[in-house]
């Protein structure tokens, strides 16, 4: 079994904002709708981890300062 690697945080945002722009477009199949959403509701859990990572990594360094 492979396990896939989490996208970056750039990637992320650029996949999030294409299923943005497919909701908006004409050609929506809403079959697809929910798979799309599924891996949208995976990469905004994923930005939102590395956020908070990054958070935790700025506070420590103002504790040094």
Do not use: Q
Request: glycine share 2%; proline share 2%; net charge negative.
């Amino acid at each position: 079994m492979t396990t896939k690697k989490k996208p970056s945080y750039s990637e992320a945002i650029a996949e999030i904002e294409e299923f943005l722009g497919y909701m908006e477009s004409d050609n929506m199949d809403i079959d697809e709708v929910s798979e799309k959403l599924k891996k949208v509701s995976f990469l905004i859990d994923v930005c939102y981890d590395k956020l908070l990572k990054m958070e935790e990594e700025i506070v420590k360094l103002k504790k040094k300062i």
